[in-house]
């Protein structure tokens, strides 16, 4: 696997005029963990089944946490190599707006731990 390395902002990096790669290395694994849960389903025209239901579903008055955490864990299982999830556990706070995703991953580069607020 190789992708191009991105900042926490999603731009590009560069190392002597010239894009960075990320391969074959758990930041890789990473980065496409937040990528994809990131990503709002239909963003992207070109594969529109793709992404996050967050205004389909996540958004929606109504919808309970056990049907969100299926959603992110369904994301997470479904990232390149990772091999299954150690632990996970979200919280929302309504004041902030911010649901908080914190989960360990064992993946072919080894355990992973992230943690990941999302502004709703």
């Known amino acids: 696997m190789a992708d191009i390395k991105i900042d926490e902002n999603g731009e590009f990096i560069f190392t002597d005029n010239d894009l960075t790669i990320v391969r074959d290395n758990r930041d890789e694994i990473i980065q496409e963990l937040n990528i994809r849960l990131g990503f ?4 992207w025209f070109l594969n529109v089944p793709k992404g996050v239901p967050y205004l389909e579903t996540i958004l929606k008055k109504g919808t309970s946490l056990q049907t969100v955490n299926g959603i992110f864990i369904r994301e ?3 990232t390149e190599g990772v ?3 150690l632990e996970f556990t979200s919280d929302f706070d309504g004041e902030s707006r911010v649901f908080q995703l914190d989960f360990k991953v064992n993946t072919i580069y080894g355990i992973i731990e992230i943690s990941r607020g999302v502004t709703v």
Do not use: P, R, S
């Not at 709002?40 to 963003?43: G, L, Q, S, V």
């Open 76 to 78: 997470i299982n479904a």
């Open 83 to 85: 091999n299954e999830i």
């Open 40 to 43: 709002y389903y239909t963003e």
